[in-house]
């Protein structure tokens, strides 16, 4: 009838029903405990925040096109997060006084930006924030890079199915000024350009590198160094690879992390120096997963103390069809382990008695709302997939005892209640 | 200096730093726990919603006064969800016809309303919705009340802390209509006024009551009904009590779980009969902690289904200070359980590689980023909350061995690395 509200959700956001919630919730649980293994301690903010720290340093994509802004009723301008990365920025120079640097911060928010919706883009996604904050050195590299493959090991997924692929934009301005002849004012253009480098035709990018002011000698160049791999990094002067925290990285034991790439760029203005994105391999899926990077400057817009940041989000957009993709999805989990089902209305307040006893034990059980018969009700446990009922009927109870069935054998046994808890432990083990 | 941007919250919204937000998992992660052993199943939703279904039937306060709303780029009118119940609804309405009725869900989300923030009111608050679809059954009621009871007790309540005040709708219009002689036309408002009948003088009430066109006999009778308890019920006719699920409740085993209190009211239009509080005891916050009701119609706003819901909300922020006022809040965790350290910086690898062992065996590790005395970094993990430092120098590690010293009992062994994990999970038993 067309006078009923609409039930679809707002386009480009979702309704997560119980099922995907437990696949959804099981792939979270696992990633959370790998980070809080490696001594990350979770926080959260409010969504709302002053639409201003976007416009600030998210860059111009964002805060002129996509960000969600609002007015309260006090005339305050807001915008709904599209990232969280300035809001902990915010949070650490509010509480600078009282930490003790370096920390370790994740957290799990949703996001909102006003996007087309397609594959992989939606306009409220949920994402893991990993960040530490306090320290230069390139262990705080190392340590998220190996926190990134131990996440991706948790949720089932190997080596040979993603890629790490890191830059350094010290690296890259290095490139770009000492090798390829780029000046200042043009590096923003330039590294525009090569952020859209595999996305586009080598026609195109030649056209729009000519707008920016490159010859063909230095497009020549730009691409000679693009496709060059680490060999780049032996033309650059010894004072750019030592401000390079990367450069130090593949030098070490830890380069087997990561993959040096100067084709990762990363849209956000607030990035320094190290930045990266973790690639799907799969030929049929050859798209960023998640990427993050090193942030030095950003609790500055808050704060006058220097508090350098590196970190990361993981969407769960591109996770989730990643993992789907990959087979990787872990099943729903059962909506119940056992069903009390009593046989006539007046054994409800036994079963409920009895369903008391076992959830105390731990079992998820449910009891029927309404009276149906017991076909029924079996059935709908079945459904459910609890592994077990138990059935409360009046000469039984009178007895002192209830019929448990397992479900998945369809054996049957009378118990003493009592004994009950312990009969049912066993059937779940 | 004054070229910065504020780092406080967007007033009425809270940052959560990691000890207090180790807090509110705890407490919430019990409730997530016994909410499941009833078999509920979580869900999820976005936070934007289309703003006219608030409009239909949350109240006049709600969509007037506190609705968050925006526009976005392609002219929708939105609003910030202030309360889950609508949304909840419409995804049930959308998938009526896959679900199999009756559903227990439950969510755990973030609700924002426009209001002057004081004691117990915020602007974003985090509430559990636990919420029953598809039964009119007062083993509905009887199996909320009792969850109710489960979770307060699984967050070390007791039931002389708190009382759960319940009405019916059903009942209240036949005391008002058979008993107090209110016509149908000022029901509503002689509601509103009961809502109010607590926080208001008798004088002010009595004032009030006139203006709605109670007489002074009348306004009598309401006072005496609404102080007379159950005994009032007595007075009601037949037809009234049989169609009152409460009223059911109150003659059976279950009436332990439930005070009948014509008091309760609740401000959401869309409740039809059971409405109940839960109040803190304590007379120095005698308090609304959380509340809920049935609501048969709400669906029918999004399908020609009927659908009947039950259920309830419990923000965090009455909850949490209901907690704090009673002694019941959890100590926030230890933010890692062991810290590896390196006495020099060329041995971070084997530092990282013994850290690596012990995340695997499950241990909450870290390892230092910036190169300090070992002092420092012993009182750092003190600080931290480990109960276990791990030492890794270069002799030791020459000979395949590392220190661990229990911080607790300041008791020191060298141990052989193969061995350390179960060194570890002794010392951390």
């Known amino acids: ?17 119980p099922g ?9 649980h696992r990633l959370y405990e790998v980070i809080e293994r490696f001594g990350f301690v979770r926080y959260d903010g409010p969504i709302l925040e002053s639409a201003e720290i976007y416009e600030a340093k998210s860059g111009r994509e964002i805060a002129d096109l996509q960000l969600y802004t609002l007015t309260d009723r006090g005339g305050r301008r807001l915008a709904l997060r599209p990232e969280m990365t300035p809001s902990v920025a915010r949070m650490i120079a509010a509480n600078a006084n009282k930490l003790q640097f370096p920390v370790r911060w994740y957290c799990h928010v949703n996001c909102h930006r006003y996007e087309r919706p397609q594959r992989g883009r939606v306009r409220e996604h949920w994402q893991i924030n990993v960040d530490t904050f306090g320290s230069d050195s390139a262990n705080v590299e190392i340590e998220i890079f190996e926190l990134i493959h131990e996440m991706m090991s948790a949720v089932g997924a190997t080596r040979d199915m993603y890629v790490l692929r ?20 043009r590096l923003k253009d330039v590294s525009s350009l090569i952020d859209r480098w595999e996305k586009y035709p080598r026609e195109q990018l030649a056209e729009d590198g000519a707008g920016m002011g490159l010859s063909d000698e230095q497009f020549g160049r730009l691409e000679a160094s693009l496709k060059a791999g680490e060999e780049i990094l032996g033309d650059l002067p010894a004072e750019v690879i030592e401000r390079s925290q990367l450069a130090k990285i593949l030098q070490s034991p830890a380069r087997d992390l990561v993959t040096f790439d100067p084709l990762i760029v990363r849209a956000f203005e607030y990035y320094t120096s190290t930045v990266f994105e973790v690639f799907d391999r799969d030929p049929a899926n050859n798209r960023s997963l998640f990427g993050g990077g090193r942030y030095s400057d950003l609790v500055g817009l808050f ?3 220097r508090i350098p940041g590196f970190g990361f989000g993981m969407g769960d957009v591109t996770l989730f069809d990643f993992l789907d993709t990959h087979g990787l999805l872990p099943k729903p989990r059962p909506e ?9 209305e007046s054994l409800y307040e ?17 009891v029927p709302l309404e009276p149906r018969k017991l076909g029924k009700e079996l059935g709908r446990a079945d459904k459910a997939g609890a592994s077990a009922v138990v059935i409360v009927g ?36």
Do not use: C
């Open 336 to 344: 119940a382990d056992v069903a009390v089902i009593p046989t006539d």
């Open 166 to 185: 890191a830059n350094d934009r010290i690296l890259l301005e290095g490139i770009l000024t000492g090798i390829v002849g780029v000046p200042a004012g």
């Open 20 to 28: 995907e919630m437990s696949v959804r919730q099981q792939v979270f």
């Open 350 to 366: 036994a079963a409920r008695t009895v369903a008391g006893q076992l959830r105390q034990a731990g079992h998820r059980t449910t």
């Open 394 to 429: 009046p000469e039984d109870w009178s007895a002192g005892n209830v019929v448990v069935r397992h479900l998945v054998t369809g054996e049957q046994q009378t118990v003493n209640v009592p004994s009950l808890p312990d009969t049912i432990r066993d059937l779940l083990a």
């Open 303 to 305: 704060s006058d103390k």
């Open 1 to 17: 009838m067309s006078q009923h509200l609409p039930t679809a959700p707002y386009r480009g956001t979702r309704d997560f029903l």
